[in-house]
């Protein structure tokens, strides 16, 4: 029987390319979207032209109850689950001063509540040997203050993945936390000025920016076999960058 994972924003960025990868290793992929369903059947789409199989799912994860709508609409497409992958995430920089209480409890909403309901609700269809990837952020690594909730939010993801770890480790479940560098998203749309893109490039060992598939495939290891005596770990996927 083939494996069924959930990919929370499966539909834009990074999200997309660990489904399109999942459903190359003969994954079904939940393609989950908050606001995008267009992306997010283009991402199905793409899948299934591939041969793959893959269905979408809507939910604003900053709203009421929506970890209970997606879970009830994951259930008419699929029985049972082998994979989350909890890499829907929101931000933009805010320092210190221009925080607010709303922006504040939107993003904690986002990343770091919805995930752990995610998981909490999610749990009874989690089937034991199964996996968790959190997708959190190199900027729990090094000093963030340009968007300081941002990085508490990752934070946060990075003390549920340890505490799940040792939780779900009797099931043969892992957790693991993949920590992206700066990538080629929409989220990062101020690449778009060359100086700022050549500054980000810097960043990196290598001196390039980071694609959606170099965090994938680290995803998509996470989720296999391979990562079975792994658990509880946060892996820097940011081509070594401020090393
Ligand atoms: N890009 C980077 O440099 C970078 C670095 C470190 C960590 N990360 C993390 O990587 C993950 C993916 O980021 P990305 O760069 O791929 O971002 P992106 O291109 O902006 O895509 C974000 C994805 O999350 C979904 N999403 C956003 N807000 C949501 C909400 N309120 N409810 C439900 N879904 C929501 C979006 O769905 P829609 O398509 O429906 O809007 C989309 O699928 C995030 O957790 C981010 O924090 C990114």
Redesign the pocket.
Known sequence: MSRTALV?????????SIALRLARDGVRVAV??????V??KQTVDDIRAAGGDAFAL??????AG?VERLWSEYDVHADGLDILV??????KQQSLAEVTPDWFD?LF???AK?PFFLVQQGLSRLRDGGRIVN?????TRVAFPQDIV?AMT?GALNTLTLALAKELGPRGITVNTV??????????GWLADPAAASAAAAYSAFGRI?Q?DD?ADVVAFFASGQARWITGQWIDV?GGSLL
């Open positions: 929370t924003g499966g539909s834009r960025g990074i999200g997309r989950h979207y908050g606001g995008n369903e992306a997010a809507g939910a604003d994860l900053g709203a929506a909890n890499n829907a995430g929101t931000g939107r909403a986002v990343n919805a997708v959190g952020s190199g900027v941002y990752k920590a992206p560098g700066i990538v080629e998203t929409e989220m990062n980071g959606p965090i940011s």
